[in-house]
């Protein structure tokens, strides 16, 4: 079966370099569970800051509300804590102390046994310059398929 993915941040990839990925687990109520599975979620402009107790918390990820929901429904942007190891926290807390990193999450998807998770990526921003060098490579490669695909 492996992975379901329920959402992808594919600008992260054009506007960041990602040094390094973690994956957490997110505390979340039943009809977010449901909302996720029914592939209702985006998570373009989602950062985590971890506060000063050591918590990580993930900020402006929209989770839609469940249709079906009964009871307590929630509100779509709010922080949902995240589910780290302390070690990982520590070393994250060190790592986003430099100048110009940022923790934002890629994807959100569930694994085998039905648990959502999230992944993290460490993000450095890029220049001008490294989007159009990246975007130049992607199109040079893609004409290189192409060409491979035309002389068989």
Known sequence: MGIKIVAKNKKAYHEYHIDATYEAGMVLSGPEVKSLRAGKAN????YVKIDEK?????????????????HNPNEP??????????????K???????????????????????????????ARGKRQYDKR???????TNREIQRAMRHDR
């Open 54 to 70: 050591g918590e990580a918390y993930m900020y402006n990820v929209h989770i839609s509300l469940y249709t079906f929901a009964t």
């Open 133 to 139: 060098a990246t975007l130049k490579e992607q199109q």
């Open 43 to 46: 998570i373009r402009d989602g």
């Open 77 to 90: 942007l709010r922080s949902r804590k995240l589910l780290l190891h302390q070690r990982e926290i520590k």
């Open 92 to 122: 994250l807390i060190g790592k986003l102390k430099e100048k110009g990193l940022a923790l934002i999450p890629l994807k959100i998807y569930f694994i085998e046994n039905g648990k959502a998770k999230v992944e993290l990526g460490l």
